[in-house]
C-alpha cells in the first residue's frame, strides 16, 4: 500500500498576488487613500494578525473589504509591529524594551502589504501599483514573488 504524505503546503494556495507598499502615511489614511484609487473598500478589522516570538506577541492591523461582486478579497496590513514590555528579562524593574517585528522579515524597507486573494490567472497588478503610486507620500509599490518566500506562513490569516 503507498503512503501519502501531506505536506503543508498542499493546503495552502498561491492564488493571491502581493504587494509591497513603502509610505510615510498613518495605516487608516493609506486604507482611504486606497480606497479612493481602487474604489474599494476598505474597512479596519478589529481582529489584529498575530505572531509569537520568543520575546512576547506582536499584533499587526489590518484593513480588508470583500468583493463579493469579483469574489476577491482585499487586505491592507501593516508590515511591522512593535511589541513593547517584551518577556525579554532587564536589568531595571522600569527599563522597558521595544522590538520591532516584521511579517515579512525578507522585505522590512515595506511599511504595508496589500494582500489581493481569489485573482485569476490574467490579474493585471501593473494598473493597481501605478494607482498606488499616484498616492501622495508613497514612496513605490512593487509587486512581491511569493514562490520563494520564506515567511509565507506569515500571510496566512
Known amino acids: 500500500m503507498a503512503i501519502h504524505k501531506i505536506q503543508i503546503n498542499d493546503f495552502v ?6 504587494i509591497a507598499i513603502h509610505s510615510s502615511l498613518e ?13 474599494i473598500q476598505l ?16 499584533a499587526f492591523s489590518n ?3 470583500d468583493d463579493k ?16 514590555n517584551s518577556n525579554k528579562q532587564t536589568s531595571s ?11 515579512l522579515p525578507e522585505f522590512k524597507k515595506a ?9 485569476d490567472y490574467g490579474f493585471e497588478s501593473e494598473s493597481i501599483i501605478e494607482k498606488i503610486q499616484e498616492i501622495k507620500n508613497v514612496t513605490t509599490a512593487y509587486t512581491i514573488d511569493i514562490t520563494n518566500l520564506k515567511s509565507k ?3 496566512i490569516f
Open 69 to 84: 461582486k469579483n469574489d476577491i478579497v482585499w487586505t491592507l496590513i501593516e508590515n511591522k509591529a512593535t511589541i513593547i
Open 43 to 58: 474597512s479596519k478589522n478589529l481582529s489584529y494578525v498575530e505572531i509569537a516570538i520568543p520575546e512576547g506577541k506582536s
Open 153 to 155: 506562513n506569515n500571510l
Open 27 to 39: 495605516d487608516y489614511k493609506l486604507a482611504y487613500s486606497l480606497n479612493v484609487v481602487l474604489g
Open 93 to 103: 524593574l522600569f527599563e522597558q524594551i521595544d522590538i520591532t517585528v516584521f511579517l
Open 13 to 18: 494556495s498561491d492564488d493571491y498576488e502581493l
Open 111 to 119: 511599511d504595508y502589504l496589500l494582500k489581493i486573494e481569489n485573482i
Open 63 to 65: 484593513y480588508i473589504f
